[in-house]
């Protein structure tokens, strides 16, 4: 057995804990996920060391080491499990639920990873929402553990140097795919049309394969103290702290706009090195991660990290609007207590071989995660327990949504693969086809449109351009760059060109203005809507927007309105004609939600939902001035949404529910219904 270092329970606190305050929206913590990087090294460290240490001892047994993952892993994390159950039973809408059970089965499976990779990004709101979300880093070890005891043991007939090289062979492509994943397509030529840098491929963050990288540092540096090495006091205390300063630096430094894990991720990883390297006894850093309160948190640094994410979870979903920060504070401080709890009185016995047997951890083990997956596999089947509410408390809980389903999906510009046509209603009309074109607004249309078209026995087409942002010369912060302008101008040529070659009837063009012009200095100074009335919309990810003035890339209002201009003016100048959509109401509270808690708490759902038709006027106030100031022409028709929904049913009111019917499906988005209000009330398809 390889010798207790007290040092590295100290360096798991120092990573667990900026997880937790990074899970709670601590801001100074915006990088605080690196944490997990930090465990994945020590994870590969320490597991190295045992099997190596053993091996040299012919101790090893395979059973044994899988015994010991078992006991350590599986009693907390299938007990915080099955707890989850009941609680999300009351508090989830039957989709949430039903992806709840999706990740319930995935456990003990050990595959939770690929799940979550294939619902929604680490950094999404939604994933806020997911009680069982952390467990991907811990699928991630378990399939570590899987493999590399069988690998060495294949492996360790060789010289050490041939298995070191190996392992690092193996790291170096690792990283390779984490940071240029990206730049590699599904179809020949096999790579994109351009190669960008910072390309962070979808499953990067969850999946084992760019994840490697990170356990195999932790075991070759578990190699690299194989060797005897001579103490210089000097070189082990400027490399620790070294190693402490580049976590550290990662933690403030880093947020979701980060590109990761790949070569950012190196600066924690590394980091994490030359602390278990050079943190010996004396040095400043030793004697910090020494500390008993932190030695005592990395001790019940798992059942910590176990418990917090599914205590903020379920505040989430039983609050309307997004906790605040003592809050979170509060409910990080409950964690910890919880995860003393977990590591004493499960975690801790579960490990000693006289309170339970090889045969029983391993036959208990098999029969809870069986249990785990009936009731996930029930949970799925029964679509998320979707009897638990009646037919009108579903439409008020889940109101139905646009459904891509629908698409017949094409790529009509060879040069841009990326670009995809979604065609949909009468899709053998030889009428005119109707062109939708916007952002995440536009798409709530959908699945009405849909309906309304083929009544109509027309064609509608859904342009989706992941190139560039909807409105073409606008760019997000971190896109604001010459290469972007030059490739969206082409890409937005290639459209027009497109769209004049079919010959369409006209363009819906319908974005959330506020969202994209955001910032304007002293006309929209937040991205997010609050209706001052305690509805206020909670945004995650922060993004500003910039255009290109001819000189630098700025937020300017007045630069903003020219851009937005020559956007509408390409269709106007080839002749084709706009239906653009003013503003829609937004609504502040999650509708969805609102109308979920009110049945938990009161039972009831309520019959009307409104907001300040004056604020919703102020909010949108340098919108309209933009679009207003568009020439007009016989190409363009302008399409009023404070006439469909404010000042009619309710004086001075913009309507967002009636009838415990709602109209959008979150904070923003029409709901099905709504979408129904809409072209039922203009003049969107004649």
């Known amino acids: 057995m390889i010798s207790y270092r007290k040092e590295i329970d100290g360096l798991r606190a120092i990573a667990v804990i900026p997880v937790v305050f990074f899970h709670a929206g601590i801001s100074s913590f915006s990088g605080g996920y690196v944490g997990v990087d930090v465990f994945f090294v020590i994870s590969g460290y320490l597991i190295t060391s045992l099997i190596v240490a053993e091996k040299e001892k012919a101790e090893f047994s395979i059973i044994n080491f899988y015994e010991r993952r078992a006991r350590r892993l599986l009693p907390a994390l299938f007990f915080m499990s099955l707890v989850c159950v009941p609680f999300s039973l009351l508090l989830m809408s039957p989709i949430q639920l039903k992806e709840f059970s999706d990740s319930l089965i995935s456990i003990p499976l050990f595959v939770s990873n690929f799940v979550f990779w294939s619902e929604s990004g680490y950094f999404s709101t939604a994933a806020e929402e997911k009680p069982l979300l952390h467990t991907w880093s811990l699928a991630v070890e378990e399939q570590y553990y899987l493999i590399f005891p069988i690998f060495i043991l294949m492996f360790w007939k060789f010289k050490k140097a041939i298995l070191i090289s ?23 030529p096999f790579y994109d049309e351009v190669f960008r840098y910072n390309a962070i491929p979808d499953f990067a963050f969850f999946l084992a394969p760019t994840r490697a990288w990170e356990l195999l540092f932790g075991s070759l540096t578990a190699f690299f103290l194989l060797k005897e090495k001579k103490d210089k006091f000097f070189i082990n205390q400027i490399l620790s702290l070294t190693g402490m300063f580049m976590i550290l630096f990662s933690i403030i430094a880093f947020d979701s706009t980060t590109p990761f894990p790949g070569f950012s991720a190196l600066i924690p990883v590394l980091g994490t090195v030359l602390i278990i390297i050079y943190a010996r006894e004396g040095t400043l850093i030793y004697k910090a991660l020494t500390l008993r309160p ?3 948190f990395g001790l019940i640094s798992y059942s910590i990290y176990l418990w917090h994410q599914p205590l903020f979870a379920f505040v989430r979903l039983s609050s309307i609007n997004s906790p605040s920060v003592i809050t979170y504070l509060i409910l990080s401080f409950i964690s910890f207590f919880l995860g003393w709890l977990s590591w004493k009185y499960i975690e801790a016995p579960f490990r000693k071989k006289d309170f339970f047997t090889r045969k029983q951890i391993f036959i208990s083990s098999l029969t809870v995660g069986l249990f785990i997956v009936l009731i996930g596999v029930t949970g799925v089947s029964s679509n998320g327990f979707i009897k638990r509410f009646s037919t009108d408390e579903l439409q008020a809980i889940q109101p139905e949504k646009f459904d891509n389903s629908i ?36 798409d709530s249309l959908t699945t009405s449109l849909d309906i309304t078209l083929k009544e109509k026995k027309l064609k509608g087409i859904k342009i989706l351009n992941s190139y560039c942002e909807p409105i073409i010369g606008f760019y997000k912060e971190v896109d604001a760059n010459i290469f972007s302008k030059n490739r969206c101008e082409k890409v937005f040529s290639k459209i027009l060109k497109e769209i004049k070659k079919i010959n369409v009837e006209h363009v819906i ?64 100048d080839k002749e084709i004609r706009v239906k653009l959509i003013y503003p829609l109401p937004e609504v502040g509270w999650n509708l969805s939600k609102l109308n979920m808690v009110s049945n938990i708490s009161k ?10 038709f004056q604020v919703f006027l102020k909010r949108q106030n340098y919108a309209n001035y933009v679009l207003d100031s568009l020439k ?16 009619e049913i309710l004086k001075d009111r913009c309507m967002a529910q009636i009838d415990g019917v709602p109209f959008y499906y979150d904070s923003n988005h029409l709901s099905n219904k709504g979408a129904d209000v809409l072209i039922k009330n203009t003049n969107l398809v004649r």
């Open 603 to 612: 039972g009831s759902i309520p019959d009307k939902v409104s907001t300040s």
């Open 632 to 647: 007009d022409s016989l190409f363009l028709e302008r399409i009023y949404l404070d006439k469909v929904f404010c000042d």
């Open 407 to 442: 698409c017949k999906w094409t790529s009509p510009i060879e040069e841009f693969p990326n670009l995809e046509f979604c065609e949909f209603g009468d899709l053998n009309s030889l009428k005119k086809p109707i062109v939708l074109y916007g952002d995440s607004h536009a």
């Open 166 to 188: 190996i392992i690092f062979i193996i790291s170096i492509f690792s990283i390779l795919i984490a940071q240029f994943g990206s730049n590699l397509a599904s179809q020949p």
């Open 509 to 572: 063009i319908f974005n959330r203005w506020s969202f994209r012009f955001f910032p304007v200095k002293d006309q929209i100074s937040q991205l997010n809507f609050n209706n001052e009335e305690g509805g206020i919309e909670y945004v995650k990810n922060y993004r500003e927007y910039l255009v290109y003035d001819g000189m630098n890339f700025t937020t300017d209002g007045e630069s903003k309105k020219k851009t937005l201009n020559r956007f509408i003016k390409s269709f106007l």
């Open 294 to 296: 932190l030695v005592f």
